[in-house]
T-cell receptor, first 114, second 113 residues
Framework: DTGVSQDPRHKITKRGQNVTFRCDPISEHNRLYWYRQTLGQGPEFLTYFQNEAQLEKSRLLSDRFSAERPKGSFSTLEIQRTEQGDSAMYLC????????????FGNGTRLTVT | LAKTTQPISMDSYEGQEVNITCSHNNIATNDYITWYQQFPSQGPRFIIQGYKTKVTNEVASLFIPADRKSSTLSLPRVSLSDTAVYYCLVGDIENNYGQNFVFGPGTRLSVLP
């Protein structure tokens, strides 16, 4: 179990640029989640995949955000035309389906939009 | 959607037992209670999960009364390294793990020497 890996750990970009983050979940896990966390707040759910199917999207996920999980393995989260309000920690988590399968989080990608 | 309420912050001293209570008055039949710990610049880490009565593992205990409208995370003999934010989540982890599994602002525990 190598844990959930996220890349990059930090990203600084200028407003209006596009950014893409990658998440490599624990290999046996079929569920993958993206969350966003701002300072002093708990993580906010963005979207969730079961295998390669994107099953839920939060209303927080505007049309500038898109997530993919090709082949049910790694996932990418892209933000187009970034805004300063997108500055946050983006967390990825994975799990099995079912009881006694908690979320395993990566250490996140911290995005700063200048 | 089972909303949770926790104290915003707590202080304790090294070696003491810490109990953090979470209220979830509208918990549903299929909902489980899960606690996570988060250190700065890290993702949350699973601590413990339960459905009813008492659950214990190597790091914590979780007490859930019969009505399940609250739960208490108990950390025995805390150390400075237990300083973190603790989140209580309630949700149907079998069938609906996305939008109905909500992190609140958590409880910021400060352990003092």
């Amino acid at each position: 179990d190598t844990g959930v890996s996220q890349d990059p750990r930090h990203k600084i970009t200028k407003r209006g640029q596009n950014v893409t983050f990658r998440c490599d979940p624990i290999s046996e896990h079929n569920r993958l989640y993206w969350y966003r966390q701002t300072l002093g707040q708990g993580p906010e759910f963005l979207t969730y995949f079961q295998n390669e199917a994107q099953l839920e999207k939060s209303r927080l996920l505007s049309d500038r955000f898109s997530a993919e999980r090709p082949k049910g393995s790694f996932s990418t989260l892209e933000i187009q035309r970034t805004e300063q309000g997108d500055s946050a920690m983006y967390l990825c988590a994975s799990s099995f389906q079912g009881v006694n399968s908690p979320l395993h989080f990566g250490n996140g990608t911290r995005l700063t939009v200048t | 959607l089972a909303k949770t309420t926790q104290p915003i912050s707590m202080d304790s001293y090294e070696g003491q037992e810490v109990n953090i209570t979470c209220s979830h008055n509208n918990i549903a039949t299929n909902d489980y209670i899960t606690w996570y710990q988060q250190f700065p610049s890290q993702g949350p880490r699973f601590i413990i999960q339960g459905y009813k009565t008492k659950v214990t593992n190597e790091v914590a205990s979780l007490f859930i009364p019969a009505d399940r409208k609250s739960s208490t995370l108990s950390l025995p003999r805390v150390s400075l390294s237990d300083t973190a934010v603790y989140y209580c989540l309630v949700g149907d982890i079998e069938n609906n793990y996305g939008q109905n599994f909500v992190f609140g602002p958590g409880t910021r525990l400060s352990v003092l020497p």
